[in-house]
Structure formats: C-alpha cells, structure tokens
C-alpha cells in the first residue's frame, strides 16, 4: 500500500487547514511505517472521524494503485448514517472533487479506479466476511465491536501492507476492542487518545456547550469528552481492578469465610428488562445468573428463587422497588404449600439509611453521619460493598491487613464470561449527588445517554451482600 519509496514521497499526509496537526505525527506513523492496525480512541469533538476521511482521500489519491477501502459501523440503515458523508466533505474541502466520482452507495477515484464501500455491521456481517482484496478497513464507532464480529472481519484484511483503522469513544474498560487493542494492543499496533482539547477547529459555542457539561455534570463530561471508560474513571462506584483482585480472594489470602447464606433475588420490572439473582454461600459468591422475564412472570420467578434458595440452605435478599414488593408473599406462600422454611428479607433499596446517626466511614469518626452521605439504602449498600472491594484489594496486592468479615471474594468457578458480565455492570454506575447527598446514578439515565442496560447482576449482588447493612443484628421476615 504505502509502506516502500512511494509512501515516502512528500504529500502523502493531508496538511492544511482542514487537517487536524495534533494528528500528523500519528498518520506519519500509520501511512510510513509497519502498523497492521491504527487505534484512534478519545472523547467526542476530537476531530477523529473528520481527520480520517481527509487523510484517507488524500492518501487514495496520492497513490497511482487501485485499493479497496471497507468502510464499516455497527449499525447503517441508511447510506448517510454511514462515514460516506463525512468523506464527501472531505473531498470538497481538499479541493479534490474533479478527482472523485461520488455515486449514491459508493465513491471512486476516476483516475486509479480506487473505490470506498460502506457496510452496516448488524446487518451486513455476511457480507463483509465475502469482501475480498480489501486495502484498508476502517470501522467507526468501533466500541461496540464484538469478538465474535471481528473474528470475521479481521480476514477481510488479509493482504501484505493492509491496515485496519479503528475509531471510537470509550464505553466501557470491559468492553472487547478497549481490552483487545487499547489495553493490551496487539504487536503492530498504533494507538493514539485525543481529546477535544486537541481539536483546533471548535467553534466557540462548541466549547460553551462543553464547559457547561463539566460544570453541571463532571462524570458524565469525563466520559463524554474525557474519553474515560466507565469503570475506569476514579469517579465509577466500583474500579475493575479492585473486583479483579477480588477473584478466589479467599483463596489467595488464605482465610475460611463463614456466613449466612444468601440469594439475592432483583426482579425484572419491566419487558426490557431482566430477573437475576447472585448466590453467596458460606461468605463467597459462587453465581450470578439472570434471564428475560416479564411481570406476569414474577410468581414463577419467586418459586425458582425459592427452590434454588431452600437446596442451599439460603435467606432470599431481594429488592422490594415496584414488582419486588411481592416477592415475600409468594416465598410465604410456597412455604406453606411445600412445609418448608425458606427465609426472606426485604431490602428496601429506596428506603432511608441504616444507622443513620453513625459516622459513613467506620476507620473515621469524623466522617459524614449516614444520613447526611446517603440519599438512600441503595447508595449506602453499594458504598459498603464497594469498600469492601477496595479493602479487599488492598489486602491482596499490597498485602495490607483486613479482617475476614470485610473480604469480598467471587469463586472462580462463576466462569469468566459471567464474572465480565458482573463485574461490567458493579463499574458502570457512578455517584452523582441530591439534595447534596450521594446517590448511585439512575438507571433509566445510563440507559438514556448511555445505552447501557439495567444493572440486574448488580443489584442482586448489593442485595446479598448487605442483609447485615443495619449492624451486627438485623431484621428478617419469617425468622
């Protein structure tokens, strides 16, 4: 492609003034030298998509070969949603449009013969796995490549000198493309992070809108513009690498944990969104599962949660927000159907705080008292387990003293798939603040600026986990 004497010549790299130069040592890198693959990551306004499309048709251009260029995103219902506008633009601010012939689905270079094709991911997989003779693949919007996806589109680049480019904005630390070519980049990699405080051509009202986001909500901007990834960021309830450490942690420090045994049961509410429970057994969390489910399935539910909880011996913790409030009926109700005495315990997520008038933090007496820390149980709960965590982590990597009852340890034996999935959802969540007290942030707002599903594993671990949130003594129904 552009890696001999030809990708050396000078004009190869498109510079003036619609070209980013923060980026001109990154393409140089990229067009010049060995890479298989370019990652371009960041917050959004960074200028990535624009600087791709011009530094693409310049270099298609600027090379008398014929190349196939794929372009690719996840989802492209219609051509415009697609990067062809995006280089369109390109083509006329570059002054090259008596060199393009831009047609409706596709644009080629009339002297080479050069062409740019566009595909959607979701729709289109098949498709793409039967492109051939591709040069240079660029997938846009590349955080929501999967494994499974990019183990049929890494082929299409299968020739000497081929180059994927990957462009995105960070979701999340566990998603696949963060871990698999940020993280850990594969040999032949160039990754590059950039920002819009990188970009020289926002407009002013550009960043007054920017501003305002940090001012009124500074998590949302350092994920939004930061280019952080959620459960990454230092303002995320949980981090990753706590819960890593917390994986057999029993184990690696040796101790024996005890307990009483707990299923922590959150109830679908809705159609969208899904039942789950997390099992912790003598101290350790040995599964977490959830599955889709409805309202009217909630009966069924409850019996499952029942029969799974008298095999192990366990109290139901389940959270008593909208359809939950139901649950302790129906495990009452089986009871006495089977003559059995399975145990529940309503944990009131939205309900007020427990040991309201004691300090937040037990190492520091000074703290905020509970009451004036937390808006609620659930900010409390997720506050005493994240603790946990970090404890926890302290203690295996840095060999600090913590007792056993504070240990959060996750059986290996959950498998690693669930435990991404588990862990993905404890670090997603952040603290925002009501009535000047801390509150995990809503779901129905991660779902609507974020995409990010309900936290159902999640909340079914909080929920086994904090039975003993009110102290050394504690409430349960039917004891």
């Given at each position: 492609m552009a890696r001999g004497a030809e990708g050396r010549e000078k004009g190869l790299i498109a510079r003036g003034p619609v070209t980013n130069p923060a980026l001109y040592d990154f393409w140089e890198q990229v067009f010049l030298g060995e890479a298989d693959i370019a990652v371009l990551h960041g917050g959004r306004s960074s200028s990535k998509t624009r600087d791709?499309?011009?530094?693409?048709?310049?270099?298609?251009?600027?090379?008398?070969?014929?190349?196939?260029?794929?372009?690719?995103?996840?989802?492209?219902n219609r051509i415009q949603d697609s990067v062809y506008t995006e280089l369109k633009w390109a083509i006329a601010h570059?002054?090259?449009?008596?060199?393009?012939?831009?047609?409706?689905?596709?644009?080629?270079?009339?002297?080479?013969?050069?062409?740019?094709?566009?595909?959607?991911?979701?729709?289109?997989l098949e498709d793409i796995k039967g492109t051939s003779d591709v040069d240079i693949l660029w997938v846009e919007e590349a955080e929501k490549?999967?494994?499974e996806q990019w183990t049929v589109i890494g082929p299409t680049i299968r020739k000497e000198d081929s180059l994927a480019i990957l462009l995105f904005n960070p979701k999340l630390v566990t998603d696949y493309v963060w871990k698999n070519f940020v993280v850990n980049a594969p040999p032949h990699c160039i990754v590059r992070r950039i920002n819009y405080t990188e970009n020289p051509f926002l407009s002013?009202?550009?960043?007054?809108?920017?501003?305002?986001?940090?001012?009124?909500?500074?998590?949302?901007?350092?994920?939004?513009?930061?280019?952080?990834?959620?459960?990454?960021?230092?303002?995320?309830?949980?981090?990753?690498?706590?819960?890593?450490?917390?994986?057999?942690?029993?184990?690696?420090?040796?101790?024996?944990?005890?307990?009483?045994?707990?299923?922590?049961?959150d109830p679908a509410d809705d159609g969208e969104d899904k039942s789950a429970t997390a099992d912790k057994i003598d101290g350790v969390f040995v599964d977490a599962e959830d599955w889709s489910s409805d309202k009217d399935q909630l009966v069924q539910n409850a019996k499952k949660v029942w029969a799974k909880a008298k095999h192990a011996g366990a109290t139901v913790s389940y959270d008593t927000i909208g359809v939950g409030a139901f649950?302790?009926?129906?495990?009452?109700?089986?009871?006495?159907?089977?003559?059995?005495?399975?145990?529940?315990?309503?944990?009131?997520?939205?309900?007020?705080?427990?040991?309201?008038?004691?300090?937040?933090?037990?190492?520091?007496?000074?703290?905020?008292?509970?009451?004036?820390?937390?808006?609620?149980?659930?900010?409390?709960?997720?506050?005493n387990t994240a603790r946990r965590a970090m404890l926890t982590f302290n203690?295996?990597?840095?060999?600090?003293?913590?007792?056993?009852?504070?240990?959060l340890s996750f059986a290996s034996e959950?498998?690693?798939?669930?435990?991404?999935?588990?862990?993905?959802?404890?670090?997603?969540?952040?603290?925002?603040?009501?009535?000047?007290?801390?509150?995990?942030?809503?779901k129905a707002k991660l779902k609507k600026d974020l995409g990010v599903k309900s936290h159902n594993l999640a909340d079914a671990v909080i929920a086994a986990d904090n039975v003993h949130i009110t102290g050394s003594t504690y409430t349960l129904a039917n004891v």
């Open positions: 791709t499309a011009c530094q693409l048709i310049r270099l298609v251009d600027h090379l008398p070969v014929k190349m196939r260029v794929l372009c690719i995103r996840r989802f492209q570059l002054g090259l449009s008596a060199r393009y012939d831009v047609q409706k689905t596709t644009i080629i270079h009339k002297a080479s013969g050069s062409e740019f094709i566009f595909y959607g991911i979701e729709r289109n490549l999967t494994e002013a009202k550009a960043l007054r809108d920017i501003a305002a986001m940090q001012e009124r909500d500074p998590e949302m901007f350092e994920h939004v513009y930061g280019g952080v990834p959620l459960g990454d960021s230092e303002l995320s309830i949980f981090k990753r690498r706590w819960l890593d450490a917390c994986v057999d942690a029993h184990k690696v420090l040796k101790v024996s944990l005890t307990g009483r045994n707990i299923i922590g049961f649950v302790g009926g129906y495990i009452d109700e089986q009871n006495k159907v089977e003559g059995a005495k399975v145990k529940h315990y309503a944990f009131h997520a939205g309900g007020a705080v427990m040991d309201g008038d004691k300090p937040s933090d037990f190492f520091n007496k000074n703290s905020p008292l509970n009451k004036d820390e937390y808006l609620n149980l659930k900010a409390q709960a997720w506050a203690a295996v990597t840095r060999g600090q003293p913590i007792k056993p009852e504070d240990i959950i498998g690693r798939a669930k435990l991404d999935a588990l862990f993905t959802e404890l670090c997603v969540p952040w603290w925002i603040e009501t009535e000047g007290k801390k509150r995990v942030v809503p």
